[in-house]
């Protein structure tokens, strides 16, 4: 575990302590059970975008994703009947095509990413409202999914399934990150794209393979969050998200000028997040200042990280 | 003459484990060009660091507009009206020429907002402009010009802050022959108008031309000074190098065989309607030399495949090889030792062994996955060969010397299989010990049949090391010259595109 | 290809091209008048009001019916879609005000131009015709009503609202507050979740997982009492929570048929869409008789119970089947 992990988890720790005192229904079964499943549902799609942002990248299109490739699932299993194994197949192959086509608009047609994403937001949002007609989406009275519903939403072992799904989701590409060919090449593209190149790196194809990585994971998650709210407003779906997922990477230690991060930070970052949603529901403070808490703590994250970077280096300097 | 502009005098400067300067000596009158020459290292730079009030000296006298002082900051040196016309141009190309004069001290428009008044900006930087006989007006977007032409923003940015001394640090190095004579008549002219100017330069040719006394630093100290009469060639050389080029040299073990790297008509973007010929056969180390733009580079990135050749042949042990990419060269073991180590060659803030096995991962790993013990075996294999100074090869490459980083790059082929290795400008950047070791590293992988091919712009390394030069001018190989003939006169009339 | 041949696909690429400037350009003299029916958000709620635009239109094919949904639930994204009504010429519009307060100018210069109602969120202060909708004061008291039934012993309640900026949550809020007045029912708070379904549901099972002894929680918005519905029956709270909602989502039909919904207030968004395309061709046609003074058209609500939800699931698939 780096520092920046270490710092993390112990804001984490603090964040979490000062709740408990509080309010100590904050570290009731009920209420860390459901904050693991939405630590579930919000830390894959933040992975992904950790891998774009370890790129020098970034990846807008996230929330726009889950809100055309929502409408399209729900559609295919309600209204056509569609088997749920193979709706949810759609719905990953959608989300890895989606990737790709990003993937090669920045690396073929050089692109910037937050131009290409920036146009997968306003289009795929569009189209899923276009699809739809505008209207709110639902299962309505379709049946046969009560299998999918589990693996989906349910538990296993009485921990909910989204938190076990990013177990393993960040398992695997911790090991795909940290210690795979892959891994080590998105860290050498992201921090000196030549040298990189020079050393015979495909990087165009390390690049567009952060892009597909994500849209898959962002295919993923939209089944989970679909799942979560059972209902999708092709409007408002998963508006904002990418912000989420954003701030979870730069919050655990990924650096938006590309080759830095890792996904225990990314996940420590997610748990962050939620934690600071929880409390304001938990705290009884107003709704209204959902937003501002959450910015707020970033931001004091933000600079104490900055701040202890800069004694680390003037350590260095007077040991010297 | 009248009382000097400048005088320098006993300025010492150590850095750990080298004199940079020691008792260096140097006055500029009113309406005096000084040449200032020396090879590289010999602390040119170093000099102009403290001028500039960015060193600061450990001994010695500065004086300078009628003061005495130990040591200048970079506002007094600006404020006693030194300036300074940098080797690397340091522009804002995305502003216009007028801006990029004024940048700091421009006119601003009456009332609150204080906008900048663009007309009256430009109202005062077309005289100089013109003084200076420029093409181009102050509306002149800098990034449509020409290096030439940029060099005159800056020498316009000198005068329009009064300049008293104007230091022009190597200007020529990427101009034309006709663009140098220009230049040399506006220095002639800034001469004319009073001003002091130290030029900097590796071309003799040009202190001749334009210099009213010739200062000669090596190794830190004032090697000698010449007065207007007794500026030429021979003289000067004398005194910049002092000792004899050939001491360098190590002869090849054996004579050099078939085969190695053989480029025929190739044809790079740079310089689409030339194509340039040349054959590195293995055993040997050929140079190749050439003014900066000459196109050594462009063919070097073209053999690696960084940008592929337009058209040509590459053969590679006399077989012709297909390179569209780093990876295909790499992959027939033709190697690249690129010319700017912090930008193409290492990831920084990655440890040794990391860089080491950067192009070769496959090598140590399974199924995708790094194995980190064969890794850092590698890394420490090639940390111990190459005496790269760092405890471990976990070390991150930041934290290395220029040297040890270019032994990093140059480890990570050896722990291949070379069969040829392009090095462009090797030693640039690296302290003298260890350009030894890569001199002799290089002739290490030449007896081992490697061919090698070197570019340099550095005369003493070129005409030093190599068995052959080719010398390149605009584009194509203007001559080859075997060690009998190799000369600094011999390589710079070819570079110079003079007929051998 | 055969001149005949040839004509007829000339005549075919300019059929083809006339439809284009027709949906690019639907101002022009010859075109059919243009009465738009703008909505808030996206909801079912509002597919119910299609169904009624779509029987007006059926009556009245001279005019072109649509429906507009903002990109963003706001107030400036309302006003944008008024300008570009007003720059197309329409006829008539029938808008959901978001933020009525703040705009009033828009809606008047809307006004001054096209035929101007109000539904669902009136804007009193302008210079709207007539307001067609729900009178929301009065269906937070039915709700109150229904919370009451719900608690007759009284206890904790909380409220869920996309945002409390909009005026129906306002009024539905105040209802609610009249209709509890003096009795044993404690309303906690009021917690908002800016139309994110997600976060619409993780404020029910935090409200559920901070307040053990919840008795009540009420959804004010169409889609808050299906994620209230979730989130207690994935608490196992059904026995000690009831719930009160608002509107005919299929999931909280389906609570109120299983009983973990104690009782619904449902509008009658079909009559909206109907009442205001109806009124706007009436107005149009010089008939304003109908407009009361109160310029003030009440669609009364509905409560939807265990008695009456399996007729009315049947009369809601029946409406939002795919015509």
Redesign the interface.
């Known amino acids: 575990m780096g520092k920046k992990e270490l710092g993390l988890l112990v804001l984490v720790l603090v964040i979490g302590a000062i709740t408990t005192a509080l309010n100590p229904r904050f570290l009731s079964a009920v209420n860390l059970l459901n904050m693991a499943n939405l630590i579930g549902l919000f830390g894959v799609f933040s992975i992904g975008q950790g891998l774009v942002i370890i790129t020098g990248g970034i990846d807008l299109a996230v929330g726009s994703i889950f809100a055309l490739l929502g409408v399209v699932f729900i559609d295919l299993l309600a209204n056509h009947d569609v088997a749920w194994p193979l709706a949810l197949l759609f719905v990953l192959v959608g989300g890895l095509l989606i990737g790709a086509l990003h993937g090669l608009l920045v690396t073929r047609a050089k692109l910037q990413p937050f131009v290409v994403t920036l146009c997968g937001l306003l289009i795929y949002r569009g189209a899923a409202r276009y699809y739809t007609g505008d209207a709110t989406i639902g299962f309505g009275y379709a049946e046969g999914l009560e299998s999918l519903t589990w693996l989906a939403s349910g538990r296993s072992f009485g921990v909910p399934n989204p938190f076990l799904i990013l177990v393993v989701v960040s398992a695997v590409m911790a090991v795909v990150l940290h210690r795979s060919v892959f891994g080590r090449y998105l860290f050498a593209v992201g921090r000196n794209e030549e040298a990189a190149r020079y050393s015979g790196i495909r990087t165009g194809l390390v690049v567009a393979g952060a892009y597909i990585v994500s849209g898959g994971l962002a295919g993923l998650s939209t089944v989970l969050l679909v799942f979560y709210t059972n209902s999708v407003s092709p409007s408002a779906f998963g508006s904002f998200y990418e912000l989420y997922a954003i701030a979870a990477a730069v919050l655990g230690g990924c650096s938006l000028r590309g080759g830095e991060g890792s996904i225990l930070g990314i996940v420590l970052g997610t748990v962050l997040l939620q934690i600071l949603q929880n409390l304001v529901n938990i705290l009884g403070i107003p709704s209204s200042l959902n937003f501002a808490v959450m910015g707020g703590v970033i931001l004091l994250g933000a600079l104490a990280d900055q701040e202890l970077a800069r004694r680390a280096k003037v350590g260095v300097v007077a040991r010297a | 003459m009248a009382a000097p502009l400048l005088e320098l005098d006993g300025i010492s400067k150590s850095y750990p484990g080298v004199k940079a300067l020691d008792g260096v000596s140097l006055r500029l009158g009113r309406g005096e060009v000084l040449g200032l020459i020396g090879e590289n290292g010999a602390g040119k730079s170093t000099l102009m660091r403290v001028l500039g009030g960015v060193v600061r000296p450990d001994a010695g006298r500065i004086g300078l507009g009628g003061r005495d002082r130990a040591h200048l900051t970079v506002a007094e040196a600006q404020a006693e009206g030194v300036a300074f016309v940098h080797q690397e141009l340091s522009m804002f190309d995305n502003l216009d020429a007028a801006a990029n004069v004024l940048i700091g001290r421009e006119s601003l428009q009456a009332g609150p907002l204080r906008l900048v008044d663009r007309r009256a900006c430009r109202a005062r930087v077309a005289p100089l402009l013109q003084r200076l006989g420029a093409d181009f007006g102050p509306d002149a977007p800098v990034s449509r010009l020409s290096i030439a032409q940029r060099q005159l923003v800056e020498i316009a940015r000198a005068l329009s802050v009064d300049a008293r001394i104007i230091i022009l640090d190597e200007p020529t190095s990427s101009l034309t022959l006709s663009e140098t004579d220009r230049l040399l008549a506006i220095v002639a002219s800034l001469r004319n108008a009073g001003t002091g100017v130290i030029y900097i330069t590796h071309r003799l040719g040009e202190v001749v031309a334009c210099a009213d006394r010739v200062l000669c630093l090596r190794d830190g100290q004032v090697a000698g000074e010449l007065p207007r009469e007794g500026i030429e060639h021979a003289a000067m050389t004398r005194l910049m190098i002092g000792r004899d080029l050939q001491a360098l040299y190590s002869p090849p073990a054996a004579a050099p065989g078939d085969g190695g790297l053989q480029v025929q008509e190739l044809v790079t973007s740079a310089f689409p309607d030339r194509s340039a010929s040349l054959h590195a056969r293995p055993g040997e180390i050929l140079g190749l030399a050439g003014l900066v733009g000459s196109g050594r580079t462009s063919l070097a990135r073209a053999m690696?495949g960084?940008e592929p050749a337009v058209g040509g042949t590459i053969l590679l042990d006399g077989k012709p090889v297909q390179i569209g990419?780093?990876?295909d060269?790499?992959?027939r073991g033709l190697y690249?030792v690129?010319e700017d180590r912090k930008?193409?060659?290492?990831?920084?803030?990655?440890s040794i062994a990391?860089n080491v096995t950067?192009?070769a991962?496959?090598g140590h790993?399974r199924m995708?996955?790094?194995n980190p013990a064969s890794e850092m075996r590698a890394g420490e294999a090639q940390r111990a060969a190459l005496r790269i100074k760092a405890p471990h090869a976990s070390v991150h490459a930041v934290t290395l010397s220029g040297g040890n980083q270019q032994k990093v790059v140059l480890g990570?082929w050896l722990s291949l299989k070379p069969r040829a290795i392009v090095f462009d400008e090797p030693t640039r950047g690296v302290d003298v010990g260890a350009k030894g070791e890569i001199y002799a590293l290089m002739r290490g992988l030449a007896d081992r049949g490697v061919a090698v091919l070197m570019i340099s712009s550095d005369m003493e390394e070129v005409i030093g090391v190599s068995d052959r030069v080719a010398v390149m001018h605009e584009g194509r190989v203007a001559g080859i010259l075997g060690r009998e003939d190799l000369s600094e006169a011999s390589v710079l009339r070819l570079a110079i595109g003079a007929q051998a | 290809m055969n001149r005949r041949q040839f004509n007829a696909n000339l005549a075919g690429a300019g059929l083809a091209a006339a439809a284009l400037a027709a949906g690019v350009r639907p101002a022009s003299a010859q075109q059919k008048k243009l009465l738009a029916f703008v909505v808030n958000v996206s909801a079912d709620f509002w597919t119910i009001a299609r169904r009624g635009i779509e029987k007006a239109n059926k009556e009245h094919p001279e005019y072109e019916m649509q429906m507009i949904i903002p990109a963003q639930a706001s107030a400036a994204d309302q006003r944008r879609i008024l300008d570009e009504l007003i720059a197309r010429q329409a006829a008539g519009i029938a808008i959901s005000a978001i933020n009525p307060a703040s705009s009033t100018d828009a809606l008047n210069r809307a006004a001054s131009q096209a035929v101007l109602f109000t539904t669902d969120s009136d804007a009193p202060a302008s210079n709207r015709l007539v307001y067609i909708g729900t009178d929301n004061v009065d269906a937070g008291r039915v709700a109150g009503a229904q919370m009451k039934k719900a608690l007759p012993k009284g206890g904790k309640a909380m409220l869920f609202v996309g945002t409390m900026d909009a005026d129906n949550a306002r009024e539905r809020v105040q209802g609610i507050r009249e209709a509890l007045q003096g009795g044993n029912i404690e309303i906690i708070d009021v917690r908002t979740d800016d139309s994110d379904f997600a976060r619409a549901k993780r404020n029910a099972e935090d409200t559920l997982s901070r307040y053990a002894d919840l008795g009540l929680m009420v959804g004010l918005w169409a889609y808050n009492t299906p994620q209230i519905y979730q989130a207690v029956k994935q608490a196992g709270r059904e026995k000690t929570v009831q719930v009160v909602g608002f509107d005919e989502d299929a999931l909280t039909l389906r609570g109120v048929a299983d009983g973990t919904v104690h009782s619904t207030v449902v509008q009658q968004p079909f009559e909206f869409g109907y009442q205001s395309m109806k009124g706007m061709v009436r107005y149009l046609g010089g008939d304003k008789a109908w407009i009361p003074a109160n310029k003030q058209i009440i669609v009364p609500t509905r409560v939807i119970d265990s008695a009456n939800v399996a007729e009315f699931q049947g009369f809601m698939k029946q409406i939002l089947r795919p015509s």
């Open positions: 690696f960084i990419s780093a990876r060269a790499i992959a690249l690129p930008l193409s060659g290492l990831v920084l803030d990655m990391q950067l192009p991962l496959a790993s995708g996955l790094i990570r």
